[in-house]
């Protein structure tokens, strides 16, 4: 018996740090829009206002084209290091979905209450149980009478406090 992983907690949703980069972005161009036209309006004469503005305005593409791509490169690598780990995960859980499958041990797996989620090939040779039979149904099934209560408790105790129990079942 195992007992199941934790979730891990994730970190905001690309939605919602698509949306907070966008707010940042609205503000600190309005406040870019409104603090350069007022320093061009009062410190270029008249005839360069255009001009300035204009150069203003291709400063701002230029900035921003820059912000986008520095984003983006970093939203892309973090997605590609994501999938990279996801690949590894994916060939370390096959690898041990292999394991489960073909090893000569009867493996069963139950969730916090004991419930029996799944049993592996050999444990069906062994027990003569399918696996569909025992889905859901309590461990407690296999006790066979051989084991005292305080064999079971012990038992029971190496799986709360290691997650796992290995041993033999008469």
């Keep these: 018996w195992m007992a199941r992983p934790r979730r891990v907690p994730t970190a905001a949703s690309p939605g919602r740090q698509a949306a907070n980069i966008a707010g940042l972005y609205a503000v600190l161009g309005l406040a870019w829009i409104g603090f350069s036209d007022y320093v061009v309006q009062n410190s270029f ?14 400063f701002f593409i230029a900035f921003t084209a820059a912000l986008v791509f520095a984003t983006s490169l970093r939203a892309l690598s973090q997605q590609a290091e994501a999938t990279r780990a996801r690949k ?7 690898q041990a979905a292999t394991v489960y499958a073909s090893t000569r041990e009867g493996v069963v797996i139950t969730d916090a209450d004991a419930k029996i989620i799944a049993a592996n090939p050999a444990f069906t040779a062994i027990t003569g149980y399918e696996e569909a039979e025992v889905l859901g149904r309590d461990s407690s099934i296999l006790k066979s009478g051989m084991q005292d209560r305080d064999w079971y408790r012990e038992m029971w105790r190496s799986i709360k406090e290691a997650g796992y129990w290995q041993g033999e079942i008469w």
Aim: charged content about 25%; glycine content about 4%.
């Design 45 to 58: 004469p008249p005839a360069l206002i255009t001009t300035v503005q204009t150069w203003k305005g291709w």
């Design 88 to 94: 590894v995960d994916d060939a370390k859980l096959r």
